[in-house]
């Protein structure tokens, strides 16, 4: 009988340095660079550490939200609720505080009703068999719907100071904001979560291939449910951070924020589809996001532009890995998707540099005489 | 003789190692019901394939009516007038009984003529002897009745040669009796049909003329009134037995699990066997004899409703995949790509994927180390060639795939094992080496299921067989009882003892 060895099969025989270099999280952080750069030489005052810091904390409760949602993204599903889910608890904790409530009691109570608004999230998805998207467009408007019914068209206001501080102090003599090393703690311990322990490990697992898990023995619903209650009690937590930074709560407080909180994970790196991406990808990515929008604030470019500018960043976060992908699997091809993949990114990158220069000239254009 | 509507003449086809069609030539004469019979694997679904358009053989042609045509897909097959209907008919269940006849008409205008095209459905249908409601949606419609609308629809593309592959696989009896009739209603109207069968009753029923293919190559083709089912089984089996890794003797040892009265709805009923240490025993049966739903009901994914499993003298009711593994039960499944491995993922994620709790640190870490020393141990034991074991399944080979869904499963500890179909589409080497890995396995005491549509290495590996047929346990063979003829004629439902019918 003959038997035909088959040849080991083709492997990436790449540099080891430019297989890591060539990785969306090096890009990241070149672009954070860049735009530093740029941004530092238009405007005298983006380098100043009082400046940056106090803008950081304009990005925290986003910040604490995408951290879950990179959970949630990785294993394959979605939670658009987040920002619903932000305003009902902080509705709850301003309704409870102008009832005479104690303020740290409201803020707990609106931890546990933000907890078992994600876990009703992960219930529905796990029991019902149904799209993340779908379930979580529903509690979209529930969410925010009880937020109306809870504060109708009033606001709660007049938080003690030790509450605003949450939102508004820093850290002792420093100029770190509290939210900041808030986020920053939050951020080590939810990426240990995802890369190091065995919920990290299964959220990659069910992201890829969720039958195969259950063919393994892996609790996939227990993991979907565990990372919807985490990205519930977060959504709290980010409500009582943007009441305290506010002052304020009304009810359709954080609108459309959980589209800012998915772009930002997506830019960071992380597969839409799911099973891919990591947690410094997207803290890197909210850096970047940050950085440009603040960039263009400090030269009163409006903040609807200043979108733009984040679509094509978001646009380019899905380009570039595919780009990546094509030319990292085995020998490199240039056949015509991966030609027309690389004409696309040039585009899009022209297409940046082109605007930002031009946003850039609008500032240094005379101002209109009044 | 007339000349035939379509010779498929002198056609070969080759898949890498294997050669699916050896010159095998087929005529098919209009009006005349001709079966097609063969074990798994003979190259039935391959000649289907190369008639419709989707495969081009490497060597051979198709002659319509005398011509030589060149069918390159399955629009042009459908001009040629030539169709396929399979097990599962393909309805639109939202569609209508006439839109989906009409579903591959094309050309006619922009505008629907929706009252005209209910008129020439009914037309269709009634030259059918069918009685449906153009207008029901096809949701509603029995399986039967959804293979008449797949049949109307091919009478609608004014079909000459209709080729039925297996499809009264999913009929009852009733069905059946229906479906032959819709057939010679056809054949009277001069319509050429090939007719491919598992069951031989039905075959020699409705057939005017059988064929049997084996390994690729035409055995017969005979009239009707020449052939007989014992006829037909040998003509089937025949294959020799050589050069094939042949099990080596294991003391069997005590007995592990009973199954006994193993009944799921719909799927299979009355299954009871029993596994011992050191012991393979193979599951063999056709196409659509429900085994790996008994293999699935024993690991939890789909639970069984009714019927005992006594594991090590317990009796258990395993409700899912994290319960089997608990007990020490471990399946392999048939579709690695679906079930067995998240493909981007490397070698090691997918090995310690069901046991991640074991690699954890006293904080709940995961010691990724261990892991990949957990990988490379596999790695050398069943000798999968990679250049690392923290590589993406995705590059491997499919011989080296299943060495690694393997690994994943003997990493559990299993004392059973069930093995679907572990040796489909992985190349000669890798198969011989995964059959010393289950000799190995069963040595060192574990009790072996093994599912395989390939009768020879059913044969090869296992003590005791049982042999399955449409959900219907047939019988367990010991190794000795165990012939191909035997094992075929209780796959196929033929009664009495093998000896008989090979007189």
């Given amino acids: 009988m003959t038997t035909q060895t088959k040849a080991s099969p083709a492997h990436p025989s790449r540099h080891p340095l430019l297989v890591y270099l060539s990785r969306w999280e090096c890009l990241l952080v070149a672009l954070i660079v860049v735009t530093s750069a740029v941004n530092s030489i238009l405007s005298p005052y983006f380098l100043e550490t009082q400046n940056l810091f106090r803008a950081s904390s304009d990005f925290m409760e986003i910040g604490l939200m995408m951290l879950p949602m990179v959970l949630i993204i990785v294993s394959g599903n979605l939670d658009l609720s987040v920002a619903s889910n932000l305003g009902m608890c902080a509705s709850l904790m301003g309704w409870l505080f102008n009832n005479g409530w104690n303020i740290w009691l409201a803020a707990g109570a609106a931890l546990v009703l933000g907890g078992m608004a994600g876990v009703l999230n992960g219930f529905l998805i796990a029991r019902t068999k149904l799209p993340a998207l779908v379930v979580t467009l529903g509690t979209f408007a529930f969410y925010r719907g009880i937020a109306f019914v809870l504060l109708g068209d009033q606001a709660a206001r007049g938080y003690p100071s030790s509450f605003t501080y949450l939102g508004q102090g820093t850290l002792g003599n420093t100029p770190i904001p509290f939210s900041l090393a808030l986020f920053l703690a939050f951020a080590l311990i939810y990426g240990i979560v995802l890369h190091k322990t065995m919920f990290g490990c299964s959220l990659y697992a069910i992201g890829n291939n969720e039958e195969a898990c259950r063919y393994s023995g892996v609790a996939v619903d227990q993991a979907k449910t565990i990372a919807f209650g985490l990205s519930g009690v977060m959504s709290a937590l980010a409500g009582i951070i943007l009441a305290a930074r506010f002052g304020s709560t009304r009810p359709d407080i954080a609108t459309g924020m959980e589209l800012d909180v998915i772009t930002a994970t997506v830019v960071g790196g992380i597969n839409i589809f799911g099973g891919s991406g990591t947690m410094i990808g997207a803290v890197l990515s909210l850096c970047l996001i940050g950085i440009v929008r603040f960039g263009m604030g400090l030269m009163n470019i409006p903040g609807q532009v200043q979108s733009l500018a984040i679509g094509f960043l978001l646009i380019l976060a899905i380009l570039v890995p595919q780009l990546g992908r094509r030319l990292s699997l085995g020998n490199i091809r240039l056949d015509r998707k991966t030609t027309i993949l690389m004409i696309l990114a040039a585009i899009v990158v022209a297409a940046f540099a082109g605007f930002f220069i031009w946003s850039r000239s609008l500032i240094l254009a005379p101002a209109p005489a009044y | ?503």
């Fill in chain 2, 1 to 503: 003789m007339e000349t035939p509507t379509l010779r498929l003449s002198h056609i070969s086809k080759r898949f890498d190692m294997t050669q699916a069609l050896d010159d095998v030539s087929l005529d098919l004469y209009p009006g005349e019901i001709h079966a097609l019979v063969g074990e798994n694997g003979a190259g039935k679904s391959t000649l289907i394939k190369i008639a419709t358009g989707v495969y081009r053989p490497d060597q051979g042609e198709s002659v319509l009516d005398g011509q030589p045509v060149q069918i390159h897909n399955s629009q042009e097959a459908q001009a040629y007038g030539i169709a396929a209907i399979y097990q599962e008919p393909m309805v639109f269940p939202d569609l209508n009984v006439a839109e989906n006849i009409f579903i591959s008409h094309r050309g006619r205008g922009p505008i629907v003529h929706w009252s005209k095209m209910y008129e020439e459905a009914k037309a269709i249908l009634a030259k059918l002897d069918v009685n449906l409601d153009v207008r029901m949606s096809a949701r509603g419609l029995t399986l039967a009745a959804q293979q008449a609308v797949e049949i109307a629809k091919a009478i609608s593309l004014d079909v000459r040669v209709l080729i039925m592959d297996e499809p009264t696989a999913a009929l009852s009896a009733h069905e059946v009796a229906q479906l032959f009739a819709l057939m010679r209603t056809l054949r009277s109207q001069g319509v050429a049909i090939l007719f491919i069968g598992h069951r031989l009753e039905e075959v020699l029923k409705v057939a005017d003329r059988v064929s049997v293919l084996r390994d690729g190559k035409l055995v017969s083709s005979k009239p009707r009134s020449e052939v007989t089912s014992g006829g037909i089984i040998r003509d089937m089996v025949g294959r020799e037995i050589e050069n094939f890794f042949a099990k080596s003797a294991v003391q069997r040892g005590d007995l592990m699990m009973s199954v006994r009265s193993l009944n799921k709805e719909n799927a299979f009923h009355d299954i009871s066997f029993d596994v011992y240490r050191g012991e393979v025993l193979g599951f063999a049966g056709l196409i659509g004899s429900r085994r790996t739903d008994v293999g699935l009901a024993l690991f939890g994914v789909e639970p069984a409703d009714a019927g005992k499993v006594i594991f090590e003298g317990e009796e258990q009711t395993i409700r899912s995949p994290r319960q089997a593994l608990q007990l020490g039960i471990a399946y392999v499944t048939e579709d690695r790509r679906q079930f067995g491995l998240t493909m981007p993922m490397s070698i090691v994620s997918n090995i310690s994927l069901p046991m991640l709790r074991r690699y954890l640190t006293g904080l709940g870490l995961i010691k990724r180390r261990d892991e990949t020393a957990t990988a490379e141990e596999y790695r050398q034991r069943l000798s999968i060639r990679t250049p690392s074991v923290k590589g993406v399944v995705e590059m491997l080979s499919g011989g080296n795939q299943q060495k690694v869904i393997l690994s994943k499963w003997l990493n559990t500890r299993p004392q059973i094992l069930i093995l679907d179909e572990p040796t489909r589409g992985i190349d000669v080497g890798a198969k011989t080496e995964v059959h010393q890995i289950i000799n190995e396995l069963a040595a060192q005491g574990l009790g072996i299921i093994l599912i395989s549509s390939d009768m020879l290495e059913i044969m090869a590996m296992s003590d005791r067989i049982l042999v399955m047929r449409e959900g219907r346990q047939m019988g367990i063979l010991t190794r000795e009882e165990a012939t191909q003829e035997a094992i075929l004629t209780a796959a196929m439902g033929q009664n009495g003892s093998p000896a008989e019918v090979v007189q």
